[in-house]
């Protein structure tokens, strides 16, 4: 099993451009969540998905930031434009089953840096 | 509002003895709960988990306790091991509502 793979590991950026980052779910896994992990928020649901659908995006900051889910292998949450607060780790995980009482599986994070 | 918290930033013990990790919660819808690990440069990975109704967990050195009433849920790690060093973040939901919240975390530092 690959696990969560999010690509890119690292991005650095200048203000006002557009990042897009990409996860890989855990195959036969039907929940995706996109996580930010900072020192002043601790780590905090963006969006979640059930079977490709969006179910609970409250956590998005602001228009700026989007996600998608086209297909069950393949999320991408995209940041247009980026701000300097918005550095930040973003993680993706996945679930079995709109998680129930199983765990999630998390990437290794992207490291978002934007200048 | 912070509905997870973890009120340790730090914890540091000497390898062999027992680590204990706390978590208090305020929603008392939480019915389930777990920990997870994080190393460096890498995503947390899950631990050990325990259903509100249930008031122990055990697996190996670790081992999960819950206190509903006092919404109170601590780990236990014994004997301790300078591998264990790492981030503990304590995690609530509801069953089945997919979403879980955070604590902040507690970094763990296992002296040789």
């Known amino acids: 099993d690959a696990g969560v793979i999010q690509s890119p590991r690292h991005e650095v950026t200048e203000m006002g451009q557009e990042v897009t980052l990409r996860c890989k779910p855990i195959?036969?896994?039907?929940?995706l969540f996109w996580y930010r992990q900072t020192m002043m928020r601790g780590l905090e649901l963006l969006i979640y998905?059930?079977?490709?659908?969006?179910?609970?995006d409250s956590g998005m900051p602001e228009d700026r930031f989007s996600a998608k889910m086209p297909n069950a292998s393949f999320s991408t949450l995209k940041i247009q434009p980026s701000e300097p607060r918005d550095s930040a780790v973003y993680f993706c995980a996945s679930s079995l089953a709109g998680g129930g009482t199983g765990p999630l599986h998390f990437g290794n994070g992207t490291r978002l840096t934007v200048t | 509002d912070q509905q997870v918290k973890q009120n340790s930033p730090s914890l540091s013990v000497q390898e062999g003895r027992i680590s204990i990790l706390n978590c208090d919660y305020t929603?008392?819808?939480?019915?389930?709960f777990l920990w997870y690990k994080k190393y460096p440069a890498e995503g947390p990975t899950f631990l050990i988990s325990i259903s509100s109704i249930k008031d122990k967990n055990e697996d190996g050195r670790f081992t999960v306790f819950l206190n509903k009433s006092a919404k109170h849920l601590s780990l236990h790690i014994v004997p301790s091991q300078p591998g264990d060093s790492a981030v503990y973040f304590c995690?609530?939901?509801?069953?089945?509502?997919?979403?879980?919240?955070f604590g902040d975390g507690t970094t763990l530092t296992v002296k040789p």
């Open positions: 998905f059930n079977n490709n659908v969006p179910i609970d």
């Open positions: 195959s036969g896994h039907n929940s």
């Open positions: 995690a609530a939901r509801y069953t089945n509502a997919g979403k879980s919240t």
């Open positions: 929603n008392s819808m939480f019915d389930y």
